[in-house]
């Protein structure tokens, strides 16, 4: 049995005990005026900057110079698909391609506005304090995944021939995984998870930390958030002193989820096709957080939530809304016959 089978199998019991009408109905109160609206709620220079041809449009602030590191130097490219040839320029950009939610309801799809599954009073988000003598929180939420094409919902550049031709579409939500419920119920999809619970994998990831707040990131550290904590266990508990920075911590996670499960994909170098993505480049993402109060800038993955989310967290909101930016990288040009 698969990796993804097993999952299936263990969540369709899951839900079985979950949405049992034993317990009184409890209805997640969402957030309203949430819907997603991309014109409004993106953060549009946060695609800059752009390369064309080895041309770079649009200077962008310190972080972004430090995010563009993927793009190429070569500005000439030919690809080959099939009996399609067709040769170019590279063009290289940050594309707004999905979106994840972190929520305290479960069953609240704020991209949607709406309460998808009455849950009866369970798998409720949760904040508490950990009995350790020092003012660290444990934060329990759920997690949903969003394919938002964004540039084709607004049908701009779709003559691109490195667009995947995906239409919206809720890729994942977390409260059908009894795995992000638990951490140890993730260890049996996640096995390998068991080798980095040890003080020399958690000593790397100080140094992950210490590149975060400098805008950067170690992509062969790829078990580490920075100083939004570890991807393992894959689960929806994390420590935190910072609220916004959990949530954002909770979303980078999901998205280290998504290729564990087989369901990420990035752009090749060579923009000639995008590749699986079983272990991310966190590299080639960042995040904008939209809801509660919507963000100044993209951060990289990581970065502290000191530099970043002050005034981010309103009284009361405890639902978040993340855009996730991808590092585009695509041989535009003209095809031979």
Request: include cysteine.
């Amino acid at each position: 049995m698969t990796r993804l089978a097993l999952l299936r199998s263990i969540a369709a019991a899951f839900l079985l005990l979950v949405l049992s009408p034993a317990s009184p109905a409890h209805a997640s109160s969402c957030p309203t005026g949430t819907v997603f609206n991309p014109i409004t709620k993106v953060r549009w220079t946060c695609i800059f900057p752009i390369t064309i041809g080895g041309v770079k449009i649009g200077t962008g602030d310190k972080l972004g110079k430090a995010l563009d590191a993927q793009s190429s130097s070569s500005p000439i490219c030919a690809c080959r698909k099939g009996a399609t040839f067709w040769f170019g320029v590279k063009v290289s950009f940050w594309s707004p391609n999905r979106m994840v939610d972190v929520v305290t309801e479960p069953g609240c799809m704020m991209a949607l506005g709406v309460d998808l599954m009455p849950t009866h009073g369970k798998l409720q988000g949760s904040q508490s304090s950990i009995a350790d003598g020092t003012n660290t929180r444990k934060m329990f939420a759920q997690m949903h995944y969003y394919i938002s094409p964004v540039w084709k919902m607004l049908d701009m550049f779709t003559d691109l021939p490195c667009f995947q031709d995906d239409g919206f579409d809720v890729a994942l939500i977390t409260e059908v995984l009894p795995t992000w419920q638990s951490g140890t119920l993730g260890a049996i999809i996640q096995p390998e998870g068991i080798l980095f619970g040890n003080p020399a994998a958690g000593l790397a990831c100080m140094a992950d930390s210490a590149a975060a707040a400098a805008g950067k990131v170690l992509d062969p550290l790829f078990w580490c958030m920075g100083s939004w904590g570890a991807t393992y266990p894959i689960a929806g508990d994390i420590h935190f002193d910072d609220s916004v920075e959990a949530w954002a911590g909770l979303a980078a996670r999901g998205t280290f989820m998504m290729g564990r499960l087989g369901a990420l994909t990035i752009s090749s170098t060579d923009g000639c096709s995008f590749k699986a993505q079983p272990i991310w480049t966190k590299s080639r993402y960042k995040l904008q957080l939209m809801e509660p109060v919507k963000g100044g800038s993209c951060v990289n993955i990581g970065r502290p939530g000191s530099l970043w989310s002050s005034a981010k967290h309103a009284p009361g909101k405890d639902n978040a809304q993340f855009m996730l930016f991808e590092k585009t990288i695509c041989c535009a040009g003209v095809s031979v016959p």
